[in-house]
């Protein structure tokens, strides 16, 4: 199993920048896929980017794409979500996870450990 701690929520404004860090460890990721999820109230828990640990290969969802970037420090064993442009509609708890997937593993069922979740809210 792997643990999954997440970091970096907070208030912001339309506009304004944020960075989420998730710290990792446990067993042997090196070939895991990482990804952010987000689930706002009532809504389905959905997928906004992901990155292969190993080779960096990194996928976004189109609500995000040019906004967002996923990296990992591979030194500090540590993922990151730059979120730059911060819309109200970002608003949402922010996962943390990692899985056995692919690069294009969009599925909260592809992926198998789970951050606590950190609250992300813009307002206008």
């Known amino acids: 199993q792997v643990q999954l701690v997440e970091s970096g929520g907070g208030l912001v404004q339309a506009g304004d920048p944020l960075r989420l860090s998730c710290v990792v460890s446990?067993?042997?990721?090196?070939?895991?896929?990482m990804g952010w999820f987000r689930q706002a109230p009532g809504k389905e828990r959905d997928f906004v980017a992901g990155?292969?640990?190993?080779?960096?290969?990194?996928n976004y969802a189109a609500s995000v794409k040019g906004r967002f970037t996923i990296s990992r420090d591979k030194a500090k064993n540590t993922l990151f979500l730059q979120m730059n442009s911060l819309k109200p509609e970002d608003t949402a708890v922010y996962y943390c996870a990692a899985g056995p997937g692919t690069a294009y593993s969009t599925s909260a069922s592809q992926f198998d450990s789970w951050g606590q979740g950190t609250q992300v809210t813009v307002s206008a």
């Open positions: 990155i292969t640990w190993s080779g960096g290969i990194t």
């Open positions: 446990g067993r042997t990721f090196s070939r895991y896929t």
